[in-house]
């Protein structure tokens, strides 16, 4: 809400320095597990997302200024909205941590909307809530029965998620295996430690009960190609025939002369591989180095990232006896997009396979769970989080976390889920919600300044009253 008050009266320069302290201090609070990688990204990133923050600021501006009265705080939604979704993509894929919409994680009334508008619905009705309290606090003394409207307009927004009907899912059963085998605090060499980790989902899926659907090991159980690898070979085939069940499993692999992916590869349960996914949306400057010879000789902390790995292009989809599931890698969660391909190539569940030992004890992890939490609601499908080295969860289609596990700790979750029967309107429709806002600023824009060309040279300017100030 200050900031939106701020926006409503503020001069352009104003705007700028009140959007760039507000930025600077919040992604520097939520991003400071970054500074693990050096303070150049964490400055680096922080500074990136602030630009991103005040640049939409000020195209709402050039909307507010065209505006009128209780109608100029409006535009703070919009704008705000568009500088959210531009900077989740851009540049070099963006950076989504901070959306509003993900605030509303834990807060089941609200995402039932999720499937309907995405997360993106989520934060236009944040920033419209907060716009709409402020001039609740402007009209408070001067036109009391007017923010008591407002107030009344608020507390009706709020309620209309909870008409909406709860996330389900109604096929066929399922029970997974999420295997947690955990990596060695402080690993600074995968490779060093990497028999550890193996023989610790070795030992783990050993104590499975019954007779999984589907076992997972996550992202970082395999920092050599266990294809091409022999003893890791061996053992994985052994597991998975022992186990008697087709496997999910995560693995660097070898891509030939165009470099490696980081993969989830598909066994069945006579222990071949009968698929992979590669990974889409690659970690700037963690798997792949933008500007690498420009950059490479100034920062030394690139020097951790060697080689580039290569991005895929394929939304693969994994088939087992009771229905086909997309084994999202890690920072793909957080695109929206992403997800919904998978899911319209004809996923039912959604498994993210995530890897966060390098961010040791921060809240990296659990920030990371509220993407999963935003993608099983609006999809209404169970979604297995499962980490290396946690927080791995089991996630129900209202996006409540029903289970998870401690960081750096093995552990093995066994849970019963249903796969979907259907798609959302989300997944049908996409980011509407962003689209009409764009389409919405871009026309109002359009027609003040046609307006004010066909307006008389000579006309009076209106007159400003202490109510539209």
Request: proline content about 6%; aromatic content about 10%; overall charge negative.
């Amino acid at each position: 809400m200050p900031l939106a008050l701020h926006f409503k009266f503020a001069s352009t320069k104003a705007l700028a320095v009140g959007t760039a302290a507000f930025a600077l201090v919040f992604f520097g609070s939520l991003l400071y597990w970054i500074s693990l990688f050096g303070k150049p990204a964490f400055i680096g990133l922080v500074v990136v997302q602030t630009l991103w923050v005040v640049t939409a600021l000020q195209l709402g501006r050039m909307l507010r200024d065209r505006a009128g009265g209780s109608w100029k705080i409006l535009a703070f939604a919009p704008a705000f909205l568009l500088g959210e979704y531009a900077r989740s993509y851009l540049p070099w894929g963006g950076f989504a941590w901070g959306g509003l919409g993900y605030t509303l994680h834990d807060y089941l009334p609200a995402l039932r909307l999720a499937p309907y508008t995405g997360v993106w619905g989520l934060s236009l009705i944040l920033l419209l809530v907060n716009c709409i309290l402020a001039e609740a606090l402007l009209r408070a003394r001067s036109k009391p029965r007017f923010a008591a409207a407002l107030i009344a307009a608020v507390a009706v927004i709020g309620a209309l998620p909870v008409l909406l009907p709860a996330g389900s899912a109604e096929g066929t059963e399922a029970r997974l295996a999420l295997v947690q085998g955990n990596v060695p605090e402080a690993n600074t060499d995968p490779l060093a430690d990497d028999d550890e980790v193996v023989a610790n989902h070795v030992s783990l899926t050993g104590e499975i009960r019954g007779d999984p659907s589907l076992v997972i090991w996550p992202e970082g159980s395999f920092d050599r190609d266990p294809r091409a690898y022999e003893p890791y070979a061996s053992v994985l085939q052994q597991t998975v025939r022992e186990t008697a069940a087709p496997f999910a499993v995560g693995a660097t692999t070898r891509g030939g002369e165009a470099g490696p992916h980081n993969s989830t590869l598909f066994l069945e349960s006579h222990g071949e591989v009968a698929g992979q996914y590669d990974k889409q949306r690659l970690v700037p400057f963690g798997e792949f180095v933008p500007l690498r010879s420009a950059l490479q000789p100034i920062f030394s902390e690139l020097d951790r990232v060697p080689i580039d790995l290569m991005a895929g292009d394929t939304p693969t989809v994994f088939s087992i006896d009771e229905g086909t599931f997309a084994s999202i890698i890690c920072y793909e969660s957080t695109y929206p997009d992403l997800v919904r391909g998978f899911v319209n190539n004809g996923a039912r569940l959604l498994v993210v396979s995530a890897n966060f030992s390098s961010y040791e004890r921060t809240a990296a992890a659990e920030q990371h769970l509220a993407f999963s939490q935003m993608r099983a609601a609006e999809h209404r499908m169970w979604l297995a989080h499962a980490a290396v080295s946690g927080r791995s969860a089991v996630i129900d289609p209202t996006g409540d976390v029903l289970t998870k596990t401690r960081l750096f700790e093995p552990a093995l979750l066994e849970p019963e889920v249903r796969f979907a029967d259907g798609v959302t309107p989300y997944a049908r429709f996409g980011d509407w919600v962003v689209v009409l806002a764009g389409v919405g600023v871009v026309l109002a824009i359009g027609v003040s300044l046609t307006r004010k060309r066909s307006e008389p040279e000579d006309a009076p300017a209106p007159e400003a009253s202490l109510q539209e100030s």
